[in-house]
């Protein structure tokens, strides 16, 4: 007699489960070793050396395992170590901002293969002649890369479902309800290159390139956008947290200054006018703007703060506070994208 669980392991449909989570194993043992023998692999997975041979030599036909020459100075028989392919297939990120789109491929290995950026005025254009522009640069990087690409994240400056629909975007209003990822697949599509798309907000998505690609091992941390606005991503435990709504790290449009300038978001005062790149772009002396983008920076983190003290004391977060592990960002865990590159790149020509 089989019970219900061995049923399901040996269904087509859970073979091919197991398969897959194998091969899954196999792929993280040789990403984690750099490079590493099937007996390694093996050994690091728990699985067996058979399965193992024959798993890798599954991932060796697909292209997303390249195998190196034996080594002969290792002791007994040499054994030819496995590595993820460089030439493998890839991922396209693109992004489209307030003021530029981007595009960048990147391979198995984590390289950059080629990446484009260029000015563009997506507030003063409608989503699909930005998409359009996007998918030309996206296509032009592809080219180059000269890798195949299995899918692509297209970075958003707003609120996005997990459809890839933009929710709400202050600073692209035209953008409100638009089905970006839809629209960016079928633009990719017309140019050949038929991948699944997903979209989701710019900080939370750098927030999680922190945690995957980042050297500093940063588990609690915030990462902040300084562009012409202001975003925010809250990792909390190595995870991205994003709220009841998706939506907790979207500091911008926080008010910080009820007597502030009004924000195309409805309110006033918000940290985005106080410390977005269009605010230190009125013509403000340097040194004021940047005292006042500091300011704001430290009120992002505090804000993230209390969304962070929030999620230990929801319930998914009770276990976690009892163990005395409860989240704290420090103000030093706070991380600034490149676009705050860009604040001080102004300062100094403002200054100079
Ligand atoms: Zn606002």
Redesign the pocket.
């Known amino acids: 007699m089989t019970s219900a669980s061995d049923d399901r392991a040996s269904s087509p449909a859970g073979q091919h489960t197991v398969r897959r989570h194998n091969l899954s194993l196999v792929l993280q043992a040789v990403l984690a070793a750099g490079r590493s023998t099937r007996v390694q692999v093996a050994h690091s997975t728990g699985l067996a050396r058979a399965t193992v041979s024959v798993l890798a030599d599954q991932l060796l036909e697909a292209g997303l395992l390249d195998e190196l020459d034996p080594d002969p100075t290792s002791p007994g028989r040499p054994a030819s170590p496995l590595r993820l392919n460089p030439f493998g297939p890839g991922g396209l990120g693109v992004e489209v901002n307030v003021d530029y789109v981007a595009a960048c491929a990147v391979g198995l290995d984590g390289q950059v293969r080629a990446q484009y950026a260029e000015p563009f005025e997506s507030a003063a254009m409608s989503p699909r002649v930005t998409l359009r522009r996007a998918a030309r640069l996206a296509a032009r990087t592809c080219r180059e890369a000269g890798i195949p690409i299995a899918g692509a994240g297209l970075a958003l400056p707003g609120l996005v479902d997990g459809g890839g629909v933009m929710r709400r975007a202050?600073n692209l209003p035209r953008w409100n309800g638009f089905a970006a990822a839809e629209v960016l697949g079928l633009d990719l599509a017309s140019s050949g290159l038929e991948m699944v798309v997903r979209a989701a907000n710019e900080a939370n998505l750098a927030a999680i390139a922190q945690v995957w690609y980042g050297s500093e091992g940063l588990r609690d941390f915030v990462h902040v956008s300084g562009d012409v606005g202001v975003g925010g991503g809250i990792v909390v435990g190595g995870q991205l947290y994003s709220g009841l709504r998706g939506y907790a790290g979207e500091l911008?449009?926080v008010v910080v200054d009820p007597s502030g300038p009004p924000?195309?978001?409805?309110?006033s005062g918000?940290l985005?006018?106080l410390a977005g790149l269009g605010a230190l772009g009125r013509g403000e002396p340097v040194r004021p703007a940047r005292r006042r983008a500091r300011w704001g920076l430290r009120r992002a983190g505090a804000v993230a703060d209390r969304f962070a003290h929030r999620r230990a004391a929801a319930p998914g977060g009770e276990q976690r506070a009892r163990t005395g592990s409860r989240p704290r960002v420090e103000p030093r865990t706070v991380r600034r994208s490149t676009g705050c590159g860009r604040l001080g790149r102004g300062a100094s020509a403002q200054r100079s």
Do not use: L
Not at 263 to 267: E, F, Q, T
């Open positions: 202050p911008g449009h924000c195309g978001c409805g309110g918000c985005k006018q």
